[in-house]
């Protein structure tokens, strides 16, 4: 049995590489170009993510994925 959680993927303006919410703090929120070292969260708590991170120099995206249940 397999159940959907979320990445959220982050573009930035200037970088090449897609980065990944690792770590949401209340101050603020870190990311990684590392897909596995990704926070892999709940569908509300992802889209919480992208809320707060959304801005004019990034475009935060909802990634699904399938893990084990």
């Given at each position: 049995?397999?159940?959907?959680?979320?990445?959220?993927?982050?573009?930035?303006?200037?970088?090449?590489?897609?980065?990944?919410?690792q770590?949401?703090?209340?101050?603020?929120?870190?990311?990684?170009?590392?897909?596995?070292?990704?926070?892999?969260?709940?569908?509300?708590?992802?889209?919480?993510?992208i809320?707060?991170?959304?801005?004019?120099?990034?475009?935060?995206?909802?990634?699904?994925?399938?893990?084990?249940?």
């Amino acid at each position: 049995m397999k159940t959907t959680k979320f990445l959220v993927k982050v573009n930035r303006v200037g970088s090449s590489r897609p980065q990944y919410v690792q770590r949401i703090d209340k101050a603020a929120v870190e990311t990684t170009t590392d897909r596995k070292r990704a926070l892999v969260m709940a569908k509300f708590t992802a889209q919480d993510a992208i809320k707060s991170i959304q801005n004019a120099r990034c475009t935060p995206e909802l990634i699904a994925i399938q893990v084990p249940a």
